[in-house]
């Protein structure tokens, strides 16, 4: 920092201290003896602040520097406001490795199932297939439950890996309850878009996957205070994938259910955001 000068009362110094900040100079001020230093933080701005002080000085009660100080009082509670935002956005990993159960236990529950199951740690025969008969019988579970199998180890540990990044990312944020409405929507929404375009024979997490992703991106862009941001990798890798498999580069996929799943958690964003803006107003 350096020196812009000097200035006889406090009163007059952060006076110009916030018609400084309306100018989009950031300066501190401090005293010494009778008079108060205004110090600038970047040097590179201490010749115009020195020209302005000069200016100042002349005639202390000009108008201007009564709206510089309603500006300034601005500038400063858009800068609190990010400071609040960016505490609340603010995640420690310590604490997050330490206790993976917390704030998403819906999450981990899922993955803790899922290679239960691929592992035969727990046989649930064939009463989690998706059977249509069987669901119009009153077996409803079987709309979600394909999602909790898996094709292979591969085929689970992408899906987990995913689910366990997308999962935590989201139930931290909007919270278990409504996570797990939003994971059982999207899944059923996979699974129903898979069953009416090909038929009953499908597996996966890939469809719940896909829903989040999309939940995620379009309630990010349409309000990019909720927390929900996306690493440009992830989106790149979620896209890239999808077009893979769309294009039967790497064989049978359940390319319905990604895109059933993806269009479900899109809709349901748009309507939480909107949802979310009409309970600010009420």
């Known amino acids: 920092m350096r020196q812009a000068g000097t200035i006889a009362t406090r009163q007059n110094a952060e006076r110009f201290a916030n018609y400084l900040l309306s100018l989009g100079i950031t300066s501190k001020v401090d005293r010494d003896g009778d008079q108060w230093i205004v110090w600038i933080h970047d040097e590179n701005q201490v010749p115009r602040s020195r020209q302005e002080l000069e200016q100042f000085e002349r005639e202390p009660n000009a108008p201007r520097y009564d709206e510089a100080e309603r500006a300034a009082q601005q500038v400063r509670r858009e800068a609190a406001d990010k400071v609040r935002l960016a ?137 990019p205070t909720c927390g929900l941001y996306l690493r440009p990798d992830v989106a790149f890798w979620m896209i890239g994938w999808l077009v893979v498999c769309g294009a039967g580069l790497v064989g049978p996929v359940a390319n319905w259910a990604h895109g059933g799943g993806l269009v479900a958690g899109a809709v349901l964003g748009y309507l939480s955001d909107n949802l979310s803006r009409l309970w600010r107003k009420t």
């Not at 609340?88 to 704030?103: F, Q």
């Not at 025969?125 to 199998?149: C, E, H, K, Y």
């Not at 996979?190 to 499908?202: D, E, H, K, R």
């Open 87 to 223: 505490r609340k956005n603010y995640i420690d990993m310590r604490n997050e490795w330490a206790n993976p159960w917390r704030r998403r236990p819906v999450t981990i529950t899922l993955i803790v199932v899922c290679i239960a199951l691929e592992m035969k740690i727990v046989d649930a025969g064939t009463d989690l297939d998706f059977s249509w008969p069987d669901i119009m019988a009153g077996q409803v579970w079987r709309l979600f439950t394909p999602a909790l199998l898996h094709g292979g180890l591969l085929h689970l540990i992408f899906n987990m890996w995913w689910m366990y990044d997308l999962g935590t990312l989201i139930e931290r944020r909007i919270g278990s309850i409504r996570f797990l409405l939003l994971v059982l929507g999207t899944g059923v929404a996979s699974s129903m878009a898979q069953f009416l375009a090909v038929g009953p024979n499908f597996v996966g997490m890939s469809g719940v996957v896909y829903g989040l992703f999309g939940y995620a991106w379009v309630r990010g862009r349409l309000d």
